[in-house]
């Protein structure tokens, strides 16, 4: 098998796995949600309800592209395909096994956070161009909200980065074989899963979308499957963060031998989705300034001494 | 009562005040249009034990009245004040001829007369001098004519085919532009341009057809203005033309989380027009079935509440746990929602087989759910960031806003109505009257979470000690009668006839009562002109005077604060809207 072959077929191989996730996260979200919430949740379509997303698929594709006459246009239909691309492009450098990954890039951490840095260009772009108050109000708050969480994301990850000495996934795995870095960096994990998901905005920090106050904020005006794209960007961006947290911190693909690498790094990744979903299912939602106070008060700080404390047993 | 007279006639001049007697008991006086803001200043500030707020302002149209005890009137306004001091009411009307429409406003007596006055003026067309922003407030504002008027038709079918040219559609798109001004808002102040967000009627977050029109510095609320209206139904000129007995159903929908608590409010006042004693059981049915219902409207709040704050789940618990109150409900009543269960004279008919059984087993089951909410709800952290201290108000300023109910006793004002002024038998209920100290949106939720605790106190002594006997009383006039004694006599089948197919004729007279419902007070005054209908069915409902406080209590707040606010205060837009 030549090596441009192989790569072939690492990388469809990986759209595919995605799209795929992506359609079944939102069913089994729903499905979880509803057990969660003593209700039933979609059963009707296939068995258990398992084709509920793709009945969902057919309907958005092939509703009326509806673009609101005030809006921007060109930016109002490249805000979704920027989360999408941005949510696609990150996960090219997250190892799925020894050898299986797209790019295995030298400075895979740095690439990831500039991929969900680009993230946010969806909302402002979304909802500015939409020329909607409601739109507008989300994106300044999801544009504030990206900003703080970007800083301390990134120092979070240093530990990690300092205890592996590099910024290559694949080698930040190799260096937990003796102990999944959540251990030594439990504080670096906290942080950095909370800014995780607060990039991802969803509950318990989905402000710039808050349902109950702006609607749906940034993605008021969207509808058909520019609607949809943004869901599919943002179940890519959960399986996303799932999958980096997992290699950052929880050893990857490693795991007893009885089951291969991959089925390892896919049941790790499929826990912290889980308990992603369980947290939306639990928490009411900060106000803005709450959050950023939080952010800039106690996480950023955290962060800090965490490196610090880091720095000072690996230097020791 | 006595008292009173000789001090108002001390000090207004004897010829000016008269008095009239009403079948409530309630002091009633009559004052000249020019004399109003006086002798209200004088009630509310001047006495000893003053009468602090006021608990209602409404006209009623006496053109074609024939049975009147007071004096001559074309349109009379009537002001309900209230004294907590005294725990007494007293109410002033005025008369005002036919031609001569107008009077002083007394918005700067109290905050909470605008809207009032703005109602009178939307019903009746009565000019209140001197009143800030007198404009429609129910009625759209292109509407002709004044719906309370005896003359202003009911009836779709009495106003001739609607038609919509397109002249007239440009005059109501026209009106339906948004102009600050006409708000009374400033577009800019001298170093900011506002942003003016629309918010509602269609909005997740406003829980009904309600609009607000926001002034926003960036997302700080400089101030709010509600628009209410779209639920409007003329649920009070439907009291006119609906027999005293065919209008119980249309209570139900007026706070319709309420259920039969507003059969009850609606009942006391007739069957006080009618002179009724309704037997025990009948009483204890009513409380039972009213304290579930203020479980379930409560139930309906906390969930809300808690999605407003951005929590999904608890509001799926607490539905399911208001199906088990509607399952009680549906096996005693047939209804859930609006089960229009309460009769003139006591229910519609005894409690079925195997209630108690239902009733125990909910009483056993609910309290260890409300732990659980707790756990979920009350003492999670972020939820009280979100709601300590934010739309704060105290008793002083609650009061001149006419609040009551939980958002009253959230100030740290013990004042229930079931204990101040007990009816259908609450005092012989041995029940707590929960109070909370702040007066903000965390406070509002512990007053309510506490008063289901309450509540279901009250249900287990329901079931404990439901009295044996008739579930109907004996009167003439219960409508319709106990079905036994229509089959055995011929004086209670004929009267059974008459009070089904025409209604029953309540004896002309006025009378007012008011109860502790879900939201505050729920009282109806109604008129009788010995007729088959009510000459006038005023509602009184709690949520009009709470929502008229949003901008009062919002102001530099930001838009999330508000929705907590609102999810807060637990007002139904048909309460506020009728």
Known sequence: MSETLRLWLIVVG??????????????????????????????????????????????????????????????????????????????????????????????????????????????????????????????????????????????????????AGSFNLSEIVLAQQGMWNVVPQFVGFVVFFIAGVAELHRLPFDIPEAESELIAGYHSEYSGMKFGMFFVGEYIG?????????????????????????????????????????????????????????????????????????GYFLLR | MEELTRKLQERFGEGQIATQSTRDGIPTYWVPARDIPKVLRFLKEEISQPYSMLYDLFAID???????????????????????????????????????????????????????????????????????????????????????????????????????????????????????????????????????????????????????ALQLDGEDIVDVVPDIGFHHRGAEKMGERQSWHTYIPYTDRVDYLGGVMNNLAYLLAVERLAGIDVPPRAQVIRVMLCELFRIASHLVWYGTFAQDVGQLSPVFYMFSDRERIFDIIGAV????????????????????????????????????????????????????????????????????????????????????????????????????????ANGDCYDRAVVRIEEMRQSL?????????????????????????AKEHTMHDIETLINHFLNVSWGPVIPAGEAFHGIEATKGSNGYYLISDGSTTSYRTRIRTPSFPQMQMISFISQGYTVADLLAILGSIDYVLADIDR
């Open chain 2, 333 to 436: 009543c047939g209804g859930r929602m609006h089960p229009n269960w309460f009769r003139i004279g006591g229910v519609a008919a005894d409690l079925p087989e195997g209630w108690d059984k239902m009733v125990a087993d909910f009483i056993a089951y609910f309290p260890k759910r409300l732990r659980k909410y707790d756990r979920l709800v009350m003492k999670n952290r972020i939820f009280k960031d979100r709601t300590v201290g934010i739309g704060v108000y105290d008793t002083q300023e609650a009061i001149e806003w006419g609040v009551t109910g939980p958002g009253l006793r959230a100030t740290g004002m013990e004042w229930d109505f079931r204990k101040k002024r007990p009816y259908s038998s609450y005092d012989q209920f041995d029940f707590e009257v929960p109070v909370a």
């Open chain 2, 62 to 212: 006496e053109r074609p009245r024939k049975h009147r005890t007071g004096q001559e009137s074309d349109f009379t306004v009537v002001y309900h004040l209230l004294s907590f001091e005294r725990n007494a009411d007293i109410r002033i009307k005025t008369a005002l001829k036919d031609g001569e429409r107008g009077l002083p406003s007394i918005c700067s007596l109290w905050a909470n007369a605008n809207w009032y006055e703005r109602e009178a003026y939307d019903m009746f067309g009565i000019h209140f001098e001197g009143h800030p922003h007198l404009r429609r407030i129910l009625m759209p504002q292109t509407w002709e004519g004044h719906p309370l008027r005896k003359e202003h038709p009911a009836r779709a079918t009495e106003m001739g085919p609607f038609q919509l040219p397109p002249d007239k559609q440009d005059r109501e798109q026209q009106a339906l532009q948004f102009k600050p001004e006409e708000w009374g808002l400033e577009r800019e102040s001298e170093d900011t341009e506002f942003m003016f967000l629309n918010l509602g009627p269609q909005h997740p977050g406003t829980h009904g057809v309600l609009r607000l």
């Open chain 2, 457 to 481: 106190r009250i249900v287990e002594q329901c079931l404990k000690n439901m009295p044996e006997g008739d579930y109907k009383s004996r009167h003439p006039l219960t409508t319709p009668p």
């Open chain 1, 14 to 163: 990986v759209i595919a796995l995605l799209l795929t996730i992506a359609p079944g996260l939102i069913w089994l979200e729903r499905r979880l949600l509803g057990w969660w919430q003593d209700r039933k949740g979609p059963n009707r379509v296939g068995p258990f309800g398992i084709f509920q997303p793709l009945a969902d698929a057919i309907k958005l594709i092939f509703k009326e592209d509806w673009i609101p006459p005030f809006a921007d246009k060109p930016v109002f239909i490249l805000a979704p395909a920027v989360v999408v691309f941005t949510a696609f492009m990150s996960y090219a450098i997250i190892p799925l096994a020894p050898g299986i990954v797209v790019a295995d890039l030298n400075i895979g951490v740095l690439f990831f956070l500039a991929m969900s840095s680009l993230g946010v260009y969806a909302i402002v772009l979304g909802g500015w161009s939409s020329n909607n108050k409601y739109s507008l109000l989300g994106a300044m708050r999801g544009a504030a909200q990206m900003i703080t969480y970007e800083v301390f994301m990134g120092i979070s990850l240093l530990g990690v980065v300092m205890m």
């Open chain 1, 238 to 310: 959960v399986t996303m963060l799932a999958g980096f947290t997992t290699t950052m911190f929880f050893g990857g693909w490693l795991g007893p031998s009885f089951l291969p690498g991959i089925a390892w790094f896919l049941l790790k990744t499929f826990a912290i989705i889980v308990f992603i979903i369980l947290l939306r299912g639990s928490l009411p939602r900060p106000r803005y300034d709450q959050l950023m106070g939080y952010g800039w008060k106690i996480l950023l700080p955290l962060s800090l001494i965490n490196l610090m404390v880091t």
